[in-house]
Protein backbone atom coordinates (compact mmCIF):
# COMPACT_ATOMS: atom_id res chain seq x y z
CA UNK A 1 0.00 0.00 0.00
CA UNK A 2 1.80 2.96 -1.07
CA UNK A 3 -0.64 5.69 -2.30
CA UNK A 4 -1.91 8.58 -0.03
CA UNK A 5 -5.53 8.86 -1.35
CA UNK A 6 -7.53 7.42 -4.29
CA UNK A 7 -9.62 8.73 -6.65
CA UNK A 8 -12.20 6.66 -8.33
CA UNK A 9 -14.12 8.47 -11.27
CA UNK A 10 -11.67 9.42 -14.01
CA UNK A 11 -14.32 11.29 -16.27
CA UNK A 12 -12.72 15.01 -16.89
CA UNK A 13 -13.55 16.10 -13.15
CA UNK A 14 -11.91 13.32 -11.35
CA UNK A 15 -9.24 13.15 -13.62
CA UNK A 16 -7.87 16.55 -13.36
CA UNK A 17 -8.65 16.63 -9.63
CA UNK A 18 -6.54 13.48 -9.69
CA UNK A 19 -3.78 15.22 -11.78
CA UNK A 20 -4.34 18.08 -9.02
CA UNK A 21 -3.39 15.96 -6.27
CA UNK A 22 -0.57 14.24 -8.31
CA UNK A 23 1.00 17.33 -9.42
CA UNK A 24 1.45 18.53 -5.30
CA UNK A 25 3.47 15.57 -4.34
CA UNK A 26 0.84 13.19 -3.39
CA UNK A 27 0.47 9.64 -4.79
CA UNK A 28 -2.29 8.88 -6.23
CA UNK A 29 -4.38 5.49 -6.66
CA UNK A 30 -6.72 5.93 -9.52
CA UNK A 31 -9.57 4.12 -10.71
CA UNK A 32 -12.57 4.27 -13.38
CA UNK A 33 -15.62 1.63 -14.21
CA UNK A 34 -14.18 1.37 -17.10
CA UNK A 35 -10.66 0.89 -17.86
CA UNK A 36 -10.15 2.98 -20.89
CA UNK A 37 -10.13 6.20 -18.34
CA UNK A 38 -7.57 5.17 -16.26
CA UNK A 39 -5.34 3.89 -18.93
CA UNK A 40 -6.10 6.94 -20.73
CA UNK A 41 -5.20 9.64 -17.73
CA UNK A 42 -1.58 7.33 -17.28
CA UNK A 43 -0.93 7.75 -21.06
CA UNK A 44 -1.72 11.42 -21.24
CA UNK A 45 -0.54 12.77 -17.90
CA UNK A 46 1.16 9.96 -16.44
CA UNK A 47 4.22 11.92 -15.81
CA UNK A 48 2.91 14.94 -13.82
CA UNK A 49 3.27 12.78 -10.43
CA UNK A 50 3.19 9.70 -8.65
CA UNK A 51 -0.20 7.24 -10.02
CA UNK A 52 -1.07 4.14 -8.92
CA UNK A 53 -3.78 2.65 -11.49
CA UNK A 54 -6.08 -0.21 -10.85
CA UNK A 55 -8.58 -2.10 -12.83
CA UNK A 56 -10.33 -3.49 -10.22
CA UNK A 57 -11.66 -1.62 -6.94
CA UNK A 58 -10.16 -4.32 -5.00
CA UNK A 59 -7.16 -3.65 -6.37
CA UNK A 60 -7.71 -0.24 -5.89
CA UNK A 61 -8.62 -0.56 -2.66
CA UNK A 62 -5.17 -2.67 -1.59
CA UNK A 63 -3.33 0.51 -2.87
CA UNK A 64 -4.58 3.32 -0.19
CA UNK A 65 -2.07 3.28 3.04
CA UNK A 66 -4.42 3.15 6.09
CA UNK A 67 -6.37 4.66 6.99
CA UNK A 68 -7.84 4.77 3.30
CA UNK A 69 -9.31 8.06 1.74
CA UNK A 70 -10.79 7.54 -1.54
CA UNK A 71 -12.53 10.04 -3.41
CA UNK A 72 -15.63 8.95 -5.10
CA UNK A 73 -15.95 10.99 -8.72
CA UNK A 74 -18.64 9.78 -10.21
CA UNK A 75 -22.30 10.73 -11.83
CA UNK A 76 -24.35 12.24 -9.09
CA UNK A 77 -27.35 9.64 -7.85
CA UNK A 78 -28.06 6.13 -8.30
CA UNK A 79 -24.11 5.96 -9.81
CA UNK A 80 -22.49 7.11 -6.43
CA UNK A 81 -24.31 4.55 -4.38
CA UNK A 82 -23.68 2.17 -6.45
CA UNK A 83 -19.65 2.58 -5.78
CA UNK A 84 -20.17 3.22 -2.39
CA UNK A 85 -21.87 0.10 -2.18
CA UNK A 86 -18.89 -1.45 -4.46
CA UNK A 87 -16.71 0.26 -1.97
CA UNK A 88 -17.61 -0.75 1.58
CA UNK A 89 -16.99 -4.26 2.16
CA UNK A 90 -13.49 -3.55 1.08
CA UNK A 91 -12.51 -0.84 3.72
CA UNK A 92 -11.99 -1.20 6.86
CA UNK A 93 -13.03 0.96 10.47
CA UNK A 94 -11.39 4.39 10.46
CA UNK A 95 -11.40 4.61 6.37
CA UNK A 96 -12.42 7.59 4.67
CA UNK A 97 -14.96 7.64 1.75
CA UNK A 98 -14.81 11.08 0.19
CA UNK A 99 -18.02 12.34 -2.33
CA UNK A 100 -16.89 14.99 -4.27
CA UNK A 101 -19.69 14.73 -7.22
CA UNK A 102 -22.56 17.19 -6.74
CA UNK A 103 -25.15 15.10 -4.40
CA UNK A 104 -28.19 16.43 -2.97
CA UNK A 105 -27.02 17.11 0.75
CA UNK A 106 -30.34 14.84 2.62
CA UNK A 107 -28.43 11.99 0.11
CA UNK A 108 -25.47 13.09 1.84
CA UNK A 109 -26.87 12.74 5.23
CA UNK A 110 -28.31 9.37 5.00
CA UNK A 111 -25.23 8.14 3.25
CA UNK A 112 -23.16 9.42 6.05
CA UNK A 113 -25.02 7.87 8.76
CA UNK A 114 -24.93 4.30 7.12
CA UNK A 115 -21.41 4.41 6.43
CA UNK A 116 -20.82 6.19 10.08
CA UNK A 117 -23.14 2.26 11.11
CA UNK A 118 -19.78 0.73 9.48
CA UNK A 119 -17.69 2.82 11.12
CA UNK A 120 -16.35 4.48 8.28
CA UNK A 121 -16.21 8.14 7.34
CA UNK A 122 -18.25 9.88 4.89
CA UNK A 123 -17.60 13.31 3.88
CA UNK A 124 -19.96 14.68 1.39
CA UNK A 125 -17.46 17.31 -0.03
CA UNK A 126 -18.59 20.52 -2.51
CA UNK A 127 -16.32 20.92 -5.17
CA UNK A 128 -16.41 24.43 -7.23
CA UNK A 129 -14.63 25.66 -10.24
CA UNK A 130 -16.01 23.18 -13.36
CA UNK A 131 -12.58 21.19 -14.72
CA UNK A 132 -10.31 23.83 -14.41
CA UNK A 133 -10.82 24.75 -10.83
CA UNK A 134 -10.31 20.92 -10.42
CA UNK A 135 -6.97 21.03 -11.90
CA UNK A 136 -5.45 24.60 -10.70
CA UNK A 137 -7.07 24.69 -7.68
CA UNK A 138 -10.99 24.07 -6.70
CA UNK A 139 -13.12 25.71 -3.77
CA UNK A 140 -13.51 22.71 -1.88
CA UNK A 141 -16.46 22.49 0.58
CA UNK A 142 -16.27 19.17 3.12
CA UNK A 143 -18.67 18.31 5.38
CA UNK A 144 -17.85 15.39 7.39
CA UNK A 145 -16.70 14.37 10.81
CA UNK A 146 -13.39 16.36 12.79
CA UNK A 147 -11.32 13.49 12.59
CA UNK A 148 -11.80 13.01 8.91
CA UNK A 149 -11.00 16.45 8.18
CA UNK A 150 -7.60 16.06 10.20
CA UNK A 151 -6.30 13.64 7.39
CA UNK A 152 -8.32 15.71 4.49
CA UNK A 153 -7.46 18.86 5.28
CA UNK A 154 -4.08 19.09 4.75
CA UNK A 155 -4.04 17.29 1.76
CA UNK A 156 -7.39 19.35 0.23
CA UNK A 157 -5.76 22.96 1.21
CA UNK A 158 -2.64 22.19 -0.67
CA UNK A 159 -4.78 21.41 -4.21
CA UNK A 160 -7.23 24.07 -3.57
CA UNK A 161 -7.17 27.56 -4.66
CA UNK A 162 -4.65 30.16 -2.69
CA UNK A 163 -5.83 33.67 -2.41
CA UNK A 164 -3.60 36.19 -0.07
CA UNK A 165 -2.04 32.82 1.33
CA UNK A 166 -4.95 31.38 1.96
CA UNK A 167 -6.31 28.36 0.75
CA UNK A 168 -9.95 27.89 -0.47
CA UNK A 169 -11.01 24.79 1.82
CA UNK A 170 -12.06 24.56 5.38
CA UNK A 171 -14.09 21.70 7.12
CA UNK A 172 -17.94 23.50 6.83
CA UNK A 173 -19.66 21.42 9.38
CA UNK A 174 -20.84 17.35 9.60
CA UNK A 175 -22.89 15.25 6.89
CA UNK A 176 -24.13 17.16 4.63
CA UNK A 177 -23.06 20.78 5.64
CA UNK A 178 -20.27 20.62 2.37
CA UNK A 179 -22.75 19.59 0.18
CA UNK A 180 -25.43 22.24 1.69
CA UNK A 181 -23.06 24.96 1.04
CA UNK A 182 -21.82 23.93 -2.74
CA UNK A 183 -25.63 23.88 -3.42
CA UNK A 184 -25.97 27.51 -2.37
CA UNK A 185 -22.99 28.56 -3.85
CA UNK A 186 -24.95 27.71 -7.12
CA UNK A 187 -27.91 28.97 -6.43
CA UNK A 188 -25.98 32.52 -5.79
CA UNK A 189 -24.40 31.79 -8.60
CA UNK A 190 -27.54 31.55 -10.69
CA UNK A 191 -28.50 34.97 -9.21
CA UNK A 192 -25.18 35.97 -10.43
CA UNK A 193 -25.69 35.26 -13.89
CA UNK A 194 -29.17 35.97 -14.21
CA UNK A 195 -28.45 40.12 -12.51
CA UNK A 196 -25.56 40.29 -15.17
CA UNK A 197 -27.38 39.21 -18.14
CA UNK A 198 -30.28 41.49 -16.75
CA UNK A 199 -27.55 44.31 -16.82
CA UNK A 200 -26.84 43.39 -20.15
CA UNK A 201 -30.17 43.03 -21.92
CA UNK A 202 -30.81 46.75 -20.25
CA UNK A 203 -27.82 48.37 -21.49
CA UNK A 204 -28.17 46.55 -24.87
CA UNK A 205 -31.73 48.38 -25.28
CA UNK A 206 -30.91 51.94 -23.70
CA UNK A 207 -28.07 52.40 -25.28
CA UNK A 208 -28.96 50.53 -28.67
CA UNK A 209 -25.29 49.30 -28.39
CA UNK A 210 -23.98 46.42 -30.05
CA UNK A 211 -22.27 43.32 -27.78
CA UNK A 212 -19.11 44.33 -28.69
CA UNK A 213 -19.46 47.93 -27.25
CA UNK A 214 -20.99 46.51 -24.08
CA UNK A 215 -18.02 43.73 -23.22
CA UNK A 216 -15.78 47.06 -22.83
CA UNK A 217 -18.50 48.04 -20.50
CA UNK A 218 -18.08 44.95 -18.23
CA UNK A 219 -14.55 45.19 -18.63
CA UNK A 220 -14.44 48.04 -17.03
CA UNK A 221 -16.59 47.38 -14.00
CA UNK A 222 -14.29 44.59 -13.41
CA UNK A 223 -12.00 47.38 -12.26
CA UNK A 224 -13.87 48.17 -9.38
CA UNK A 225 -16.54 46.61 -6.72
CA UNK A 226 -18.08 44.64 -9.10
CA UNK A 227 -14.38 43.18 -9.99
CA UNK A 228 -15.39 38.89 -10.38
CA UNK A 229 -14.61 35.44 -12.45
CA UNK A 230 -18.08 35.79 -14.06
CA UNK A 231 -18.25 39.83 -15.19
CA UNK A 232 -14.36 39.20 -16.57
CA UNK A 233 -16.02 36.38 -18.76
CA UNK A 234 -19.46 38.19 -19.44
CA UNK A 235 -16.91 40.95 -21.29
CA UNK A 236 -15.13 37.68 -23.09
CA UNK A 237 -18.66 36.27 -24.01
CA UNK A 238 -20.27 39.55 -25.52
CA UNK A 239 -16.56 40.02 -27.36
CA UNK A 240 -16.58 36.92 -29.04
CA UNK A 241 -17.56 36.59 -32.68
CA UNK A 242 -19.43 33.53 -34.29
CA UNK A 243 -17.10 32.14 -36.74
CA UNK A 244 -19.30 30.76 -39.01
CA UNK A 245 -21.93 33.84 -39.50
CA UNK A 246 -19.10 36.48 -38.31
CA UNK A 247 -22.85 37.69 -36.29
CA UNK A 248 -21.80 38.59 -32.24
CA UNK A 249 -21.65 35.09 -30.66
CA UNK A 250 -24.49 36.06 -28.13
CA UNK A 251 -26.66 37.01 -31.70
CA UNK A 252 -26.37 32.68 -33.17
CA UNK A 253 -26.92 31.48 -29.60
CA UNK A 254 -30.62 29.86 -28.74
CA UNK A 255 -31.84 32.04 -25.99
CA UNK A 256 -33.37 29.31 -23.76
CA UNK A 257 -31.11 28.52 -20.29
CA UNK A 258 -30.59 25.45 -19.19
CA UNK A 259 -30.09 24.18 -15.67
CA UNK A 260 -29.01 21.36 -14.09
CA UNK A 261 -30.74 21.39 -10.98
CA UNK A 262 -28.89 22.98 -8.17
CA UNK A 263 -30.61 26.16 -8.91
CA UNK A 264 -33.86 24.06 -8.07
CA UNK A 265 -32.78 22.21 -5.09
CA UNK A 266 -31.51 25.79 -3.73
CA UNK A 267 -34.92 27.26 -4.05
CA UNK A 268 -36.97 23.68 -2.63
CA UNK A 269 -34.65 24.19 0.06
CA UNK A 270 -35.65 27.55 1.36
CA UNK A 271 -38.93 27.19 0.70
CA UNK A 272 -39.00 24.04 3.35
CA UNK A 273 -36.62 25.89 5.78
CA UNK A 274 -38.90 29.27 5.09
CA UNK A 275 -36.00 31.26 3.92
CA UNK A 276 -36.87 34.29 0.80
CA UNK A 277 -34.11 33.65 -1.67
CA UNK A 278 -35.84 36.10 -4.05
CA UNK A 279 -33.01 36.70 -6.37
CA UNK A 280 -32.01 32.68 -6.92
CA UNK A 281 -35.81 31.96 -7.09
CA UNK A 282 -36.27 34.50 -9.87
CA UNK A 283 -33.16 33.29 -11.67
CA UNK A 284 -34.11 29.46 -11.77
CA UNK A 285 -37.59 30.97 -12.80
CA UNK A 286 -35.99 32.81 -15.74
CA UNK A 287 -33.92 30.38 -16.76
CA UNK A 288 -37.30 27.83 -16.70
CA UNK A 289 -39.43 30.76 -18.66
CA UNK A 290 -36.53 31.07 -21.23
CA UNK A 291 -37.26 27.48 -22.19
CA UNK A 292 -40.84 27.51 -22.56
CA UNK A 293 -40.69 28.76 -26.27
CA UNK A 294 -44.24 27.96 -27.43
CA UNK A 295 -45.57 30.28 -24.69
CA UNK A 296 -43.08 32.77 -25.50
CA UNK A 297 -43.58 32.63 -29.50
CA UNK A 298 -47.65 32.86 -28.49
CA UNK A 299 -47.23 35.53 -26.35
CA UNK A 300 -44.97 37.38 -28.58
CA UNK A 301 -47.83 36.89 -31.47
CA UNK A 302 -50.59 38.42 -28.95
CA UNK A 303 -48.62 41.17 -27.93
CA UNK A 304 -46.43 42.82 -30.30
CA UNK A 305 -46.68 46.43 -29.50
CA UNK A 306 -46.82 46.30 -25.35
CA UNK A 307 -43.07 47.10 -25.32
CA UNK A 308 -42.23 50.97 -25.39
CA UNK A 309 -39.58 52.67 -27.19
CA UNK A 310 -36.70 53.55 -24.70
CA UNK A 311 -33.88 56.57 -25.34
CA UNK A 312 -31.68 57.38 -23.11
CA UNK A 313 -30.32 61.08 -22.91
CA UNK A 314 -27.16 60.85 -20.65
CA UNK A 315 -25.84 57.81 -21.78
CA UNK A 316 -22.89 58.08 -18.99
CA UNK A 317 -25.27 58.31 -16.26
CA UNK A 318 -27.62 54.80 -17.18
CA UNK A 319 -24.27 52.86 -17.50
CA UNK A 320 -23.71 53.98 -13.64
CA UNK A 321 -27.29 53.53 -12.69
CA UNK A 322 -27.27 50.06 -13.97
CA UNK A 323 -23.68 49.52 -12.54
CA UNK A 324 -24.91 50.56 -9.33
CA UNK A 325 -28.45 48.49 -9.78
CA UNK A 326 -26.19 45.72 -10.36
CA UNK A 327 -24.50 46.00 -7.27
CA UNK A 328 -27.34 46.85 -5.34
CA UNK A 329 -29.23 43.68 -6.31
CA UNK A 330 -26.21 41.34 -6.22
CA UNK A 331 -25.69 42.58 -2.70
CA UNK A 332 -29.48 41.61 -2.02
CA UNK A 333 -28.76 38.18 -4.01
CA UNK A 334 -25.87 37.52 -1.51
CA UNK A 335 -27.41 38.39 1.87
CA UNK A 336 -30.13 36.03 0.87
CA UNK A 337 -27.58 33.40 0.14
CA UNK A 338 -25.87 33.51 3.25
CA UNK A 339 -29.10 33.85 5.38
CA UNK A 340 -30.18 30.68 3.35
CA UNK A 341 -26.71 29.14 4.92
CA UNK A 342 -27.14 30.42 8.50
CA UNK A 343 -30.97 29.22 8.56
CA UNK A 344 -30.22 25.20 6.77
CA UNK A 345 -27.03 25.58 9.51
CA UNK A 346 -29.69 25.96 12.63
CA UNK A 347 -31.94 23.57 10.96
CA UNK A 348 -29.26 20.86 10.82
CA UNK A 349 -26.71 21.97 14.02
CA UNK A 350 -23.82 21.99 11.69
CA UNK A 351 -22.21 25.65 12.47
CA UNK A 352 -21.68 26.40 9.82
CA UNK A 353 -18.96 29.38 9.65
CA UNK A 354 -20.70 32.31 7.69
CA UNK A 355 -17.18 34.42 7.16
CA UNK A 356 -15.38 31.24 6.51
CA UNK A 357 -17.63 29.88 3.67
CA UNK A 358 -17.44 33.56 1.92
CA UNK A 359 -13.34 33.06 3.01
CA UNK A 360 -13.24 30.08 0.52
CA UNK A 361 -15.31 31.09 -2.28
CA UNK A 362 -12.57 34.29 -2.76
CA UNK A 363 -11.07 31.87 -5.43
CA UNK A 364 -11.28 28.54 -7.14
CA UNK A 365 -14.89 28.80 -7.65
CA UNK A 366 -17.62 30.01 -10.04
CA UNK A 367 -18.22 33.10 -8.13
CA UNK A 368 -15.13 33.83 -7.06
CA UNK A 369 -15.00 37.72 -6.16
CA UNK A 370 -13.77 40.41 -4.53
CA UNK A 371 -16.71 41.11 -2.79
CA UNK A 372 -16.66 38.27 -1.12
CA UNK A 373 -13.81 39.53 1.33
CA UNK A 374 -15.62 42.05 2.15
CA UNK A 375 -18.52 39.48 3.43
CA UNK A 376 -16.31 37.58 5.01
CA UNK A 377 -14.96 40.75 7.01
CA UNK A 378 -18.88 41.40 7.31
CA UNK A 379 -19.64 37.95 9.56
CA UNK A 380 -16.32 37.81 11.07
CA UNK A 381 -16.82 41.15 12.04
CA UNK A 382 -20.21 40.47 14.03
CA UNK A 383 -21.35 36.79 13.00
CA UNK A 384 -24.39 38.07 14.48
CA UNK A 385 -25.31 39.84 11.73
CA UNK A 386 -29.14 39.77 11.26
CA UNK A 387 -28.77 40.34 7.43
CA UNK A 388 -25.58 40.96 5.63
CA UNK A 389 -27.56 44.57 3.94
CA UNK A 390 -27.17 45.99 7.23
CA UNK A 391 -23.22 45.78 7.08
CA UNK A 392 -21.84 49.25 7.39
CA UNK A 393 -19.85 48.51 3.36
CA UNK A 394 -22.75 46.59 2.24
CA UNK A 395 -25.24 49.55 3.19
CA UNK A 396 -23.59 52.35 2.46
CA UNK A 397 -23.38 50.98 -1.40
CA UNK A 398 -27.09 50.20 -1.43
CA UNK A 399 -27.72 53.53 0.24
CA UNK A 400 -25.65 55.32 -3.21
CA UNK A 401 -27.66 52.75 -5.44
CA UNK A 402 -30.89 53.38 -3.82
CA UNK A 403 -31.84 56.12 -6.32
CA UNK A 404 -30.66 54.75 -9.35
CA UNK A 405 -31.62 51.43 -9.21
CA UNK A 406 -34.95 52.71 -8.58
CA UNK A 407 -34.46 54.66 -11.70
CA UNK A 408 -33.29 51.10 -13.93
CA UNK A 409 -36.26 48.93 -12.65
CA UNK A 410 -38.75 52.44 -13.08
CA UNK A 411 -37.13 52.69 -17.01
CA UNK A 412 -37.19 49.36 -17.64
CA UNK A 413 -40.27 48.56 -16.50
CA UNK A 414 -42.13 51.56 -19.11
CA UNK A 415 -39.50 50.30 -21.91
CA UNK A 416 -41.61 46.12 -21.30
CA UNK A 417 -37.35 45.12 -20.65
CA UNK A 418 -37.69 42.37 -18.03
CA UNK A 419 -35.55 42.48 -15.27
CA UNK A 420 -36.82 40.04 -12.95
CA UNK A 421 -34.33 39.47 -10.78
CA UNK A 422 -33.24 43.16 -10.58
CA UNK A 423 -37.13 44.14 -9.64
CA UNK A 424 -37.28 41.50 -7.08
CA UNK A 425 -34.36 42.44 -5.04
CA UNK A 426 -35.53 45.99 -4.74
CA UNK A 427 -38.87 45.09 -3.77
CA UNK A 428 -37.35 42.91 -1.26
CA UNK A 429 -35.33 45.39 0.09
CA UNK A 430 -38.05 47.97 0.21
CA UNK A 431 -40.34 45.05 1.88
CA UNK A 432 -37.52 44.44 4.76
CA UNK A 433 -36.86 48.20 5.14
CA UNK A 434 -40.58 49.12 5.07
CA UNK A 435 -42.13 50.68 8.49
CA UNK A 436 -45.53 48.24 7.69
CA UNK A 437 -46.66 45.65 6.04
CA UNK A 438 -49.65 44.56 4.36
CA UNK A 439 -48.93 41.66 5.97
CA UNK A 440 -51.43 42.93 9.06
CA UNK A 441 -54.06 42.54 5.94
CA UNK A 442 -53.16 39.28 5.44
CA UNK A 443 -53.13 38.29 8.62
CA UNK A 444 -56.83 39.70 8.82
CA UNK A 445 -57.89 38.04 5.97
CA UNK A 446 -56.79 34.60 7.41
CA UNK A 447 -58.41 35.20 10.66
CA UNK A 448 -61.88 36.20 8.36
CA UNK A 449 -61.62 33.25 6.56
CA UNK A 450 -60.27 30.46 8.39
CA UNK A 451 -60.56 31.57 12.08
CA UNK A 452 -56.34 31.37 12.02
CA UNK A 453 -56.12 34.33 14.50
CA UNK A 454 -53.67 36.83 14.62
CA UNK A 455 -51.47 39.11 17.04
CA UNK A 456 -51.82 42.47 17.80
CA UNK A 457 -49.17 45.68 17.99
CA UNK A 458 -50.20 46.56 20.98
CA UNK A 459 -51.00 43.14 23.51
CA UNK A 460 -49.37 39.82 23.87
CA UNK A 461 -51.05 36.69 22.84
CA UNK A 462 -53.00 35.58 19.92
CA UNK A 463 -56.57 37.00 18.84
CA UNK A 464 -59.78 36.22 16.93
CA UNK A 465 -62.66 38.09 15.44
CA UNK A 466 -65.39 36.33 15.54
CA UNK A 467 -66.77 37.74 11.75
CA UNK A 468 -69.90 35.82 11.18
CA UNK A 469 -71.02 37.07 14.38
CA UNK A 470 -70.77 39.78 16.85
CA UNK A 471 -67.50 40.91 15.50
CA UNK A 472 -66.44 41.24 19.11
CA UNK A 473 -62.42 40.13 19.73
CA UNK A 474 -61.31 36.93 21.65
CA UNK A 475 -58.07 35.31 23.29
CA UNK A 476 -57.49 32.49 21.17
P1 LIG B 1 -19.93 12.68 -15.07
O1 LIG B 1 -20.91 13.29 -14.15
O2 LIG B 1 -20.15 12.80 -16.52
O3 LIG B 1 -19.80 11.13 -14.68
C1 LIG B 1 -18.98 10.25 -15.41
C2 LIG B 1 -18.21 9.36 -14.48
O4 LIG B 1 -19.09 8.61 -13.63
C3 LIG B 1 -17.38 8.35 -15.24
O5 LIG B 1 -16.17 8.15 -14.53
C4 LIG B 1 -18.27 7.12 -15.19
O6 LIG B 1 -17.58 5.92 -15.36
C5 LIG B 1 -18.80 7.22 -13.80
N1 LIG B 1 -20.00 6.41 -13.59
C6 LIG B 1 -21.24 6.66 -14.06
N2 LIG B 1 -22.09 5.70 -13.65
C7 LIG B 1 -21.36 4.83 -12.91
C8 LIG B 1 -21.68 3.65 -12.20
N3 LIG B 1 -22.95 3.18 -12.15
N4 LIG B 1 -20.69 3.02 -11.54
C9 LIG B 1 -19.43 3.50 -11.56
N5 LIG B 1 -19.08 4.62 -12.21
C10 LIG B 1 -20.03 5.28 -12.87
O7 LIG B 1 -18.45 13.20 -14.73
P2 LIG B 1 -17.89 14.63 -14.36
O8 LIG B 1 -16.43 14.44 -14.25
O9 LIG B 1 -18.43 15.70 -15.24
O10 LIG B 1 -18.48 14.92 -12.91
C11 LIG B 1 -18.24 14.07 -11.81
C12 LIG B 1 -19.01 14.57 -10.63
O11 LIG B 1 -18.57 15.87 -10.30
C13 LIG B 1 -20.51 14.69 -10.85
O12 LIG B 1 -21.18 14.33 -9.68
C14 LIG B 1 -20.70 16.14 -11.15
O13 LIG B 1 -22.00 16.58 -10.84
C15 LIG B 1 -19.66 16.76 -10.24
N6 LIG B 1 -19.19 18.08 -10.62
C16 LIG B 1 -18.97 18.40 -11.92
C17 LIG B 1 -18.52 19.65 -12.28
C18 LIG B 1 -18.26 19.95 -13.71
O14 LIG B 1 -17.94 21.12 -14.00
N7 LIG B 1 -18.37 19.01 -14.61
C19 LIG B 1 -18.23 20.67 -11.27
C20 LIG B 1 -18.40 20.21 -9.93
C21 LIG B 1 -18.88 18.98 -9.64
P3 LIG B 1 -17.41 5.28 -16.86
O15 LIG B 1 -16.23 5.98 -17.44
O16 LIG B 1 -17.16 3.85 -16.58
O17 LIG B 1 -18.68 5.53 -17.58
Redesign the pocket.
Known amino acids: ATAQIGV ?8 NLARNLARHGFTVAVH ?3 P ?2 TRGLLAEHGDEGTFVPSESMADFVATLERPRAVIV ?4 G ?3 D ?2 IDELVPLLEAGDIVVD ?4 HFTDTIRREEALRGHGLHFVGTG ?5 EG ?1 LHGPSIMPGGSDESYRKLGPIFEKIAAQVDGVPCCRHIGPDGAGHFVKMVHNGIEYADMQLIAEAYDLLRAGLSAGPAELAKIFRRWNDGELESFLIEITADVLAHTDAATGRPFVDVVLDQAEQ ?1 GTGRWTVQSALDLGVPITGIAEATFARSLSGHADQRAAARRAFPDAGGNWQVDDRETFVEDVRRALLASKIVAYAQGFDHIRAGSREYDWGVDLGGTATIWRGGCIIRARFLDRIRQAYDTEPELPTLLVAPWFAEQVSAGVPAWRRVVADAARAGVPTPAFSSSLAYFDALRAQRLPAALIQGLRDNFGAHTYRRVDRDGSFHTRWAADRAEEAA
Open positions: TGLAVMGRNRSGRMVKAAPTAVCGNAVSGGEAK
